[in-house]
């Protein structure tokens, strides 16, 4: 069974930066397309970052240039360091495969205000 769990949230103020992890058990994540997706309070959940193959990277449009996605095969762990967050960036995150996204986790919850 795939599990996915997401660490690293927290509430922070505009403008400061936060790095979440999510520990990957039951699948290897070494060749498979991984991403974080968020659901924001009375929105769908949306892809904001994907590490594909051979490393290539995906962002969404309104978060380009303040997010980076990495992982360590190692240990199995995904990781996307958030800079320069806005209020609008307030909602749960979450980890999961890039194509077909099986189960969910618990996500971690980000809260950006003044």
């Known amino acids: 069974q795939v599990q996915f769990v997401e660490s690293g949230g927290g509430s922070v103020q505009p403008g400061e930066s936060l790095r979440l992890s999510c520990v990957v058990s039951?699948?290897?994540?070494?060749?498979?397309?991984m991403a974080w997706y968020r659901q924001g309070p009375g929105n769908e959940r949306e892809l904001v970052a994907g590490?594909?193959?051979?490393?290539?990277?995906k962002y969404l449009e309104s978060m380009k240039g303040r997010l980076i996605i990495s992982k360590n095969n190692a240990e199995n762990t995904v990781y996307l360091q958030m800079n320069d967050l806005k209020p609008e960036d307030t909602a749960v995150y979450y980890c999961n495969t890039y194509f077909t996204p099986g189960d969910w986790g618990q996500g971690t919850q980000v809260t950006v205000s003044s």
């Open positions: 590490i594909l193959y051979y490393g290539a990277q």
């Open positions: 039951g699948m290897r994540i070494d060749n498979t397309p």
